[in-house]
Structures are given as structure tokens and as C-alpha cells.
């Protein structure tokens, strides 16, 4: 079983810049990590994903076309920690926003069984 909780959203204008942090209390690094996002009125969707192991290679991530390029995965999991820098943020990137885990150890993110789920933090966008 792992517990996990996300922290650092907020308001911000437009162009601006957030870091989200999601704190596991398992072990992580044999897991598939990702972001999911929940708009107002929309269904919730997955935006960013990281494969296990180091995270060092931009190969091992993944992420949605509407974030490509402005958002960015990674983990430290010395701290079981998985992070979700946003840049050049837009009104469309407010929702709430979900880490999730993997149920399988090992796998890579390609068929990921995201069974673990934070309560999500809310990140508001402005004009």
C-alpha cells in the first residue's frame, strides 16, 4: 500500500510558475509515477508520467501534449518524492491535480495500473 499526498498549488497569473510536490509513504522507485489534472466540468486526465528507477533520462517520461515543453516530471526517490514543475502556465492548467502510483512494481508506464491516489491539490490559473 502507499499513502500519497500533494502540496504546492495556489494561484497564479498567467506565464507564471509552480512547483507540485507528492510525498509517498512507501517505497517508489520501483513504480510508475504520474500526474493526472481534473478540470472544472472535465474528466480527469493524465498529463505526466515518469518511469521507475532514476528519472534521469527525458527518454523514461512522459507527458500530454497540452503540457509538452512547459511541464516537467521528475523524482528524488531517496524522499519518495515525485515533483511536477510548471512554467508558462495558462488559464486551461487550472484544476485540481492528482499523483498517482503504479500497482505494479517494476513496470515501465506503458500499461501502468494506477491504483494509488492523493487527494490532490488545487492550482488556479488567472488571466
Known amino acids: 500500500q502507499v499513502q500519497l499526498m500533494e502540496s504546492g498549488g495556489g494561484s497564479v497569473q498567467a506565464g507564471g510558475s509552480l512547483r507540485l510536490s507528492c510525498v509517498a509513504s512507501?517505497?517508489?522507485?520501483?513504480?510508475?509515477m504520474g500526474w493526472w489534472r481534473q478540470a472544472p466540468g472535465k474528466e480527469r486526465e493524465g498529463i505526466a508520467y515518469?518511469?521507475?528507477?532514476?528519472?534521469?533520462?527525458?527518454?523514461?517520461?512522459y507527458y500530454d501534449a497540452s503540457v509538452r515543453g512547459r511541464f516537467t516530471i521528475s523524482r528524488d526517490n531517496a524522499k519518495n518524492i515525485v515533483y511536477l514543475q510548471m512554467t508558462n502556465m495558462k488559464p486551461e492548467d487550472t484544476g485540481m491535480y492528482y499523483c498517482?502510483?503504479?500497482?505494479?512494481?517494476?513496470?515501465?508506464?506503458?500499461?501502468?495500473?494506477?491504483?494509488?491516489w492523493g487527494q490532490g491539490t488545487q492550482v488556479a490559473v488567472s488571466a
Open positions: 498517482a502510483a503504479d500497482r505494479r512494481p517494476g513496470g515501465n508506464c506503458v500499461g501502468a495500473d494506477f491504483a494509488y
Open positions: 512507501g517505497y517508489i522507485e520501483s513504480k510508475c
Open positions: 515518469i518511469d521507475p528507477g532514476p528519472g534521469h533520462s527525458e527518454l523514461n517520461k
